[in-house]
C-alpha cells in the first residue's frame, strides 16, 4: 500500500482545491503518540525497507515476548484475527482520525514459542478487551509476539501509522516523539512505584532519577525502563535510608544528602493513577522513601 507520488499529487490537489489555504496537511493530524510499547524496547528507521512483499509499511519494535502494546491515542480497537502473514493484529482507530496496526501480537502460551494460543484477549490482547471496544491514551491493547510471518524470530511489534487513514506514513519520526509510559495501570485506581536507577540530580523539593527498572504495586510487574529520566517531588515527610554516615533515619532529611550517580531505590507514596502519573510527568510522582544501595 505504497503511495505513490502520483497519488499523493492527487491527493495533495484534493486537499488544496476542498480545504483551502489553511487547511494543515494530512501528516499534521497525526498527534504527539504514546509510544506503542511499555518497557525496554528498540526500533530504527526500517520504513520502505524491501521485504518479501514491498516496501516495510511500519517500524518494528523490538520488545521481550509479552511486553505490553499500548494505545498511541486514545480510539477505538478492531481485532483482526484471520491474516496469516500479520497474525494476531489489531486496528486502532484514533480520535484523530489516524488509524495505527498492531501486527504479530502474541499467540503463545508459554514464554517459549508454543504457537499455541489464539488471537484472543488475554493471548494476543489485553486482558477483558473486547473487540470495537474505546480505549485511552496509554491504555493496553495487546502483547508483543511473533505471530504470523514473524514466527520464530524476535518478538517485536510491526507498528503502522495511517494518517487520517490512508496510506502509511513512517512511524519513525512520531516515535521519537513519542511520550513512553513508565507503567501500565488502570486510571482511578491506587498505585505505588520502586523506581529503581541513579540520582541524575536532588535540589529543592525535587529528585531526578534516571531510571533502570519501574516495579508497581499493585501486582508487583517489573519493567525495564533504560535510561528515562524521571522527576519526582521529595515532601518533608520522606525518608532516606542506608546511606553510610547519615545515621540511618535522619527525621529531616536533605535532597543534599543524594549525590549525583548513587545509585538508588524510590518508593513513592500510593496515589491515584492518572495519565500524569503514568506518564511520570513532573509533580505527578512524591517519594515516601529513598533506599540508597551499598
Ligand atoms: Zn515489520
Redesign the pocket.
Known sequence: MSLRPTTALLALLALLLTAGAASASPAAKVPTLVFPVLGESSYQDDFGDARGQGG?Q?N?IMAPRNALALAAEAGTVKFHTTSSRAGCMLYLDGASGTQYLY?HLNNDLTEANDNRGTCVAGVAYAKGLRNGAKVAAGQPVGFVGDSGDANGINPHL?FEVHPSGGGAANPFPYLGKARRLLFSAQPGTTFTLALTGKVANAAGEELQLNVDQVRQWPGGRKVKQPGQRVPVVFPETALIEGLAGAAGLSPFPTLDLLTRGLPVTVWTEPATVTFAALAGTKGALAASRVVVKP
Open positions: 516495510h511500519g518494528d501486527i510491526h
